[in-house]
Nanobody
């Protein structure tokens, strides 16, 4: 079975930084695109940043220049470095990974989410 697990959330003051990590584990054959999404109560989940296995990235306009997504393919891990955080970045952040495993065709996997709160 495949698992996707996030870590690194927490409480930070405006202007501060946090780094999120996400590891995909299990009987994985290949990991394609990995990404970070976020959701606040009452709103749809939105894409924050994505990265392909080749390293191509895309970002939501609201985080461009402040957030950086990266990945370590050997470790099936994706990171999100968040700088200059704003109160409006407060949300539950979810990791998503597009994976083919030994037992499952190419599918989307989601982590359980990690809370990021930006507040003074």
């Amino acid at each position: 079975q495949v698992q996707v697990v996030e870590s690194g959330g927490g409480l930070v003051q405006p202007g501060g930084s946090l780094r999120l990590s996400c590891v995909a584990s299990g009987r994985i054959l290949r990991v394609y695109t990995m990404g970070w999404y976020r959701q606040v109560p009452g709103k749809q989940r939105e894409l924050v940043a994505g990265i392909t296995s080749g390293g191509s990235t895309n970002y939501a306009d609201s985080v461009k220049g402040r957030f950086t997504i990266s990945r370590d393919n050997a470790k099936n891990t994706v990171y999100l470095q968040m700088n200059s955080l704003k109160p409006e970045d407060t949300a539950v952040y979810y990791c998503n990974a597009d994976i083919t495993s030994w037992t499952t065709l190419r599918s989307d996997y989601w982590g359980q989410g990690t809370q990021v709160t930006v507040s003074s």
